[in-house]
């Protein structure tokens, strides 16, 4: 067993699912290496600091307050409206609503665009305009008096 | 005459509390009690709190006791139930922005004490018992940092005496997962826990 092997079985030999054979090859390794040796101090060194930890025992009478808790009525049920589906349901018809509201309004602005740029353009234009207004009218009376 | 062993028990246990029997609930209680809270202790890490999801644990094993199938271990079964607990506290706290009930205890709004006993730690020796305490804390924390399901594993198998099969089937994932997830843990660890070894 060479030094990766040998720490790839830390946990195995921690879990104590090291068979017979391979945990005296585990071994034999360890004992004539010491960065594996190291390696392992480390290892089962934090494993068993936390096996040390202390967690709190159950309070006196948490098994009767459990039994009372039995005869509680249970919690409501959240409203229907908030189930995953309805979320869903309700997500998309806000999304669908501002998206279509998002459109109508671009629509809009683009319809006000374009009154707002036939305005510019018939006012940039007005001198020309009249002047054909102009010539059409001497033309008119060219006509009437040949 | 077949023995009846402890896995036994709990099961007949489970088929008794089926069928409504509230004698039988109570001693499922208080055989799995203590793994219980612990477990939700070093998840959760409020004594008091742990105790209130230790309950709603036991009351939703007494409500969903029909759908116990006999087939399955009942811890295993049990700390499913465990496990989706403190999932869902975690998705509670984590939508409602909620602090943790220790730290309201600590300011005085939680008037009631949780009257929880830890064991015996204390020492003659005042040094002594501050490098305990000191060393409980660095364990609890390191305990904390570790991701959700790196900390149920790491639990389950220090603490409970689970097998990598059995922390699968409460984590809803493979042996291989699960021993990668302990490896992890492990490495965090030692990280971590330098210097206490």
Redesign the interface.
């Given at each position: 067993m060479n030094c990766q092997q040998t720490q790839a079985n830390?946990?195995a030999r921690?879990?104590h699912r090291l068979d017979a054979a391979r945990r005296a090859e585990w071994e034999a390794h360890l004992n004539a290496c010491p960065d594996c040796a190291a390696a392992w101090?480390?290892?089962q060194?934090?494993?068993?600091?936390?096996?040390?930890?202390?967690?709190?025992?159950?309070?006196?009478g948490?098994?009767d307050?459990?039994?009372r808790?039995?005869e509680l009525p249970?919690a409501d049920p959240a409203p229907t409206w908030l189930s995953p589906l309805w979320r869903w349901v309700l997500g998309s018809a806000l999304l669908a609503a501002l998206t279509a509201g998002g459109w109508w309004s671009w629509h809009i602005h683009n319809e006000r665009k374009t009154e707002a740029q036939i305005e510019i353009y018939v006012m940039a234009h007005q001198d020309r305009l009249e002047d054909f207004d102009v010539v059409a009218a001497l033309h008119l009376l060219n006509e009437d008096n040949p | 005459m077949r023995r009846v062993t402890p896995v036994d028990a709990d099961a007949q246990l489970m088929l008794r509390v089926r069928r409504g029997d509230r004698q039988a609930f109570r001693e499922l209680v208080e055989r799995h009690q203590r793994g219980v809270i612990q477990t939700i202790y070093r998840a959760i890490g409020d004594a008091w709190e742990a105790e209130d999801l230790a309950q709603r644990v036991f009351v939703q094993v007494w409500r969903s006791a029909a759908r116990y199938q006999p087939t399955a271990k009942f811890t295993t079964w049990l700390f499913t139930i465990v496990h989706n607990t403190i999932l869902n506290e975690r998705r509670r706290r984590a939508r409602r922005g909620a602090e943790s009930l220790e730290a309201l205890a600590r300011s005085g709004e939680q008037t009631e004490s949780p009257s929880v006993q830890f064991a015996d730690t204390t020492s003659a020796d005042p040094a002594r018992a501050a490098a305990e305490r000191e060393l409980q804390m660095r364990i609890s924390a390191a305990i904390r940092q570790l991701p959700e399901n790196q900390r149920m594993a790491i639990v389950l198998c220090r603490f409970e005496g689970f097998s990598y099969e059995e922390i699968a089937r409460v984590l809803h994932c493979s042996v291989p997962a699960v021993k990668s997830l302990l490896h992890r843990a492990r490495e965090s660890l030692k990280q971590q826990l330098r210097g206490c070894y």
């Open positions: 830390f946990d921690l879990d101090r480390a290892y060194g934090a494993w068993n600091a936390l096996g040390r930890h202390v967690a709190p025992e159950p309070s006196a948490f098994v307050r459990t039994l808790r039995l249970q | -």
